[in-house]
Nanobody, 115 residues
Framework: QVQLVESGGGLVQVGGSLRLSCAASVSISSMFRMGWSRQAPGKQREVVADVNWAGSVNYADSVKGRFTISKDNVKKMLYLQMNSLKAEDTGVYYC?????????WGQGTQVTVSS
C-alpha cells in the first residue's frame, strides 16, 4: 500500500516562500508520475506541477517561474519549492503518485498566503 504524507504547509505573507515535502512509503523511482495539486475553497482541485519517471516536469501557467518541483528517489521524497507566493496560491496542497496499478493521494497540507 502506497502512503504519501505531506508537510511544510503554513501561513506566509504575500511574496514569501514555502517548501512542501511529500514522504512516500515505497520506492518512487518506478512511479510513472508524481505531482502536486491544490484545491482552493469553493474551487476544483488543479494540478500545480508534476514530474514523470524520466524527470520531465510540467507546471500550471499560474505558477511557472515561481514554483519548482523536485524529487529524491533515494530518500523517497517529493518537494515543491514555492517562491513569490500570491494570495491566490492559498489552498490545500496534495501530493500524488501514479504507478501501474493506481493513483495515490496524500492527506494534504494547508497553505495560506496572507496579504
Amino acid at each position: 500500500q502506497v502512503q504519501l504524507v505531506e508537510s511544510g504547509g503554513g501561513l506566509v505573507q504575500v511574496g514569501g516562500s514555502l517548501r512542501l515535502s511529500c514522504a512516500a512509503s515505497v520506492s518512487i523511482s518506478s512511479m510513472f508520475r508524481m505531482g502536486w495539486s491544490r484545491q482552493a475553497p469553493g474551487k476544483q482541485r488543479e494540478v500545480v506541477a508534476d514530474v514523470n519517471w524520466a524527470g520531465s516536469v510540467n507546471y500550471a501557467d499560474s505558477v511557472k517561474g515561481r514554483f519548482t518541483i523536485s524529487k529524491d528517489n533515494v530518500k523517497k521524497m517529493l518537494y515543491l519549492q514555492m517562491n513569490s507566493l500570491k494570495a491566490e496560491d492559498t489552498g490545500v496542497y496534495y501530493c500524488s503518485a501514479t504507478d501501474a496499478r493506481n493513483n495515490y493521494w496524500g492527506q494534504g497540507t494547508q497553505v495560506t498566503v496572507s496579504s
